[in-house]
């Protein structure tokens, strides 16, 4: 390193990230633009779509990483949430054809895949009656016989037996599918799903929104439009769900932006989005292998723009699950403020799609230990970000059991 560059990094390094935000404010390097940005940023203002694309087209990772720390530091300082929660993905077997999907496979491909019936993922759940998971996440392939119906009844048989058991499950794409099969308009469904037991919605099927990449590579799942109205149904209800962004493959840096713009818009109205969660187009076996993975920097810089962007979502998530586990520690310093949880080698969603991780399962001390070896404070939080356990300064001689958050299991049938 030359004495000037190791000068300026050392001055970086002792600064805390308003600091390093106002240093950068009075860079003689930085263009008007991005300063300009960067002023918006130090002063809570929001950037504008026109300077969303800027960010993506001209913002070098170093500055982008400054502006996305900053407000990550101002939401939430070190903390970085995890939870202990685990899959039930009923089957892989989808009525569509997703381009990009290398889990599913269609039905006349019947051999090559899975379908759980309800005893099945029933004795899922009761094989965590004695573990200190939190929430179990349901999302799969879409096919006939998981209708309505199903699904009400699993998800009351799940409540029925673990009530305290936090059920997030589904995406606007199976309830699309399932409602307009029961006749039912989105609000209603929703309503029901909720009274069945249904506590919060997965952010998954929103791909990219704007129809002219939609269409090439998701075209008959439901539309930006549908996605969106299910989801403000679901908030209007009083309830939160995620969000997602497959990016990386054939869309341009203005689809990102318009991706976003929607669901900032959507935010706005009802606030019931809790996280934002960037999903990095993998390219094994899909029908999209000959499109190249973006690299691990642009995964900063759109980790970094989404937080920037999205001002009105609480929090950014990195699946450690599908980005490895360095880069979700490298992730944190680009505004994210979550890594997901345990899982407990229950998906197979990132694994097929060639993510490194081929049986993703952390145990709690593995993830405080990763957070905390970046200088990250590391919090274990419910899916509403209720704080179940502060591991600041664990010691894990001894596992802590007695901070294990154990939820009642009533029927034990
Ligand atoms: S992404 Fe979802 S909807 Fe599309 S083919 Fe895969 S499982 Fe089916």
């Given at each position: 390193?030359?004495?000037?560059?190791?000068?300026?990094?050392?001055?970086?390094?002792?600064?805390?990230?308003?600091?390093?935000?106002?240093?950068?404010?009075?860079?003689?390097?930085?263009?008007?633009?991005?300063?300009?940005?960067?002023?918006?940023?130090?002063?809570?203002?929001?950037?504008?779509?026109?300077?969303?694309?800027?960010?993506?087209?001209?913002?070098?990772?170093?500055?982008?990483?400054?502006?996305?720390?900053?407000?990550?530091?101002?939401?939430?300082?070190?903390?970085?949430?995890?939870?202990?929660?685990?899959?039930?993905?009923?089957?892989?077997?989808?009525?569509?054809?997703?381009?990009?999907?290398?889990?599913?496979?269609?039905?006349?491909?019947?051999?090559?895949?899975?379908?759980?019936?309800?005893?099945?993922?029933?004795?899922?759940?009761?094989?965590?009656d004695n573990e200190p998971v939190t929430e179990v996440h349901i999302v799969g392939g879409v096919l006939p016989q998981y209708n309505m119906a199903f699904y009400m009844d699993l998800f009351t048989a799940i409540k029925r037996h673990r009530p305290n058991l936090h059920i997030k499950a589904l995406t606007p794409v199976e309830y699309h599918y399932i409602f307009k099969k029961a006749k039912v308009d989105y609000a209603t469904g929703m309503a029901?799903?909720?009274?069945?037991?249904?506590?919060?919605?997965?952010?998954?099927?929103?791909?990219?929104?704007?129809?002219?990449?939609?269409?090439?590579?998701?075209?008959?799942?439901?539309?930006?439009?549908?996605?969106?109205?299910?989801?403000?149904?679901?908030?209007?209800?009083?309830?939160?769900?995620?969000?997602?962004?497959?990016?990386?493959?054939?869309?341009?840096?203005?689809?990102?932006?318009?991706?976003?713009?929607?669901?900032?818009?959507?935010?706005?109205?009802?606030?019931?989005?809790?996280?934002?969660?960037?999903?990095?187009?993998?390219?094994?076996?899909?029908?999209?292998?000959?499109?190249?993975?973006?690299?691990?920097?642009?995964?900063?810089?759109?980790?970094?723009?989404?937080?920037?962007?999205?001002?009105?979502?609480?929090?950014?998530?990195?699946?450690?699950?599908?980005?490895?586990?360095?880069?979700?520690?490298?992730?944190?310093?680009?505004?994210?403020?979550?890594?997901?949880?345990?899982?407990?080698?229950?998906?197979?969603?990132?694994?097929?799609?060639?993510?490194?991780?081929?049986?993703?399962?952390?145990?709690?001390?593995?993830?405080?230990?990763?957070?905390?070896?970046?200088?990250?404070?590391?919090?274990?939080?419910?899916?509403?970000?209720?704080?179940?356990?502060?591991?600041?300064?664990?010691?894990?001689?001894?596992?802590?059991?007695?901070?294990?958050?154990?939820?009642?299991?009533?029927?034990?049938?």
């Amino acid at each position: 390193m030359t004495g000037v560059l190791a000068k300026f990094a050392s001055q970086i390094l002792d600064m805390d990230a308003g600091e390093q935000l106002a240093f950068l404010l009075k860079s003689k390097h930085l263009d008007d633009d991005l300063k300009h940005i960067a002023d918006k940023v130090f002063n809570g203002v929001r950037i504008t779509v026109a300077e969303g694309v800027l960010l993506y087209e001209r913002g070098e990772v170093g500055y982008l990483g400054v502006l996305a720390n900053f407000i990550r530091e101002k939401k939430h300082g070190d903390i970085t949430y995890f939870n202990r929660n685990f899959h039930i993905e009923p089957t892989n077997l989808c009525v569509y054809d997703c381009k990009f999907c290398s889990y599913s496979r269609l039905i006349k491909q019947r051999d090559d895949g899975w379908e759980a019936t309800m005893e099945e993922m029933l004795s899922q759940i009761k094989s965590y009656d004695n573990e200190p998971v939190t929430e179990v996440h349901i999302v799969g392939g879409v096919l006939p016989q998981y209708n309505m119906a199903f699904y009400m009844d699993l998800f009351t048989a799940i409540k029925r037996h673990r009530p305290n058991l936090h059920i997030k499950a589904l995406t606007p794409v199976e309830y699309h599918y399932i409602f307009k099969k029961a006749k039912v308009d989105y609000a209603t469904g929703m309503a029901m799903m909720k009274d069945a037991g249904l506590d919060s919605m997965p952010g998954g099927g929103a791909e990219i929104f704007h129809p002219e990449i939609r269409e090439q590579i998701a075209k008959d799942k439901c539309n930006a439009e549908q996605w969106l109205q299910i989801h403000e149904a679901w908030h209007n209800l009083g309830m939160h769900s995620n969000a997602t962004m497959l990016y990386g493959h054939i869309e341009a840096y203005w689809h990102r932006i318009d991706h976003m713009e929607r669901l900032r818009q959507l935010q706005d109205r009802t606030g019931g989005f809790q996280t934002f969660i960037p999903l990095k187009f993998r390219n094994k076996d899909n029908q999209m292998s000959h499109v190249p993975e973006v690299s691990v920097v642009e995964d900063l810089r759109n980790y970094a723009i989404s937080r920037i962007y999205l001002d009105n979502f609480p929090h950014i998530k990195a699946y450690w699950a599908m980005i490895s586990r360095e880069t979700a520690q490298l992730a944190l310093s680009f505004g994210v403020n979550d890594i997901d949880g345990t899982l407990d080698d229950t998906t197979k969603i990132y694994s097929m799609a060639g993510a490194e991780e081929q049986h993703p399962a952390m145990s709690t001390r593995e993830l405080v230990e990763l957070i905390r070896s970046v200088g990250r404070h590391p919090v274990e939080r419910d899916t509403l970000y209720n704080v179940i356990a502060d591991y600041r300064d664990t010691e894990f001689e001894v596992e802590a059991q007695s901070k294990f958050y154990r939820l009642p299991v009533l029927d034990n049938k």
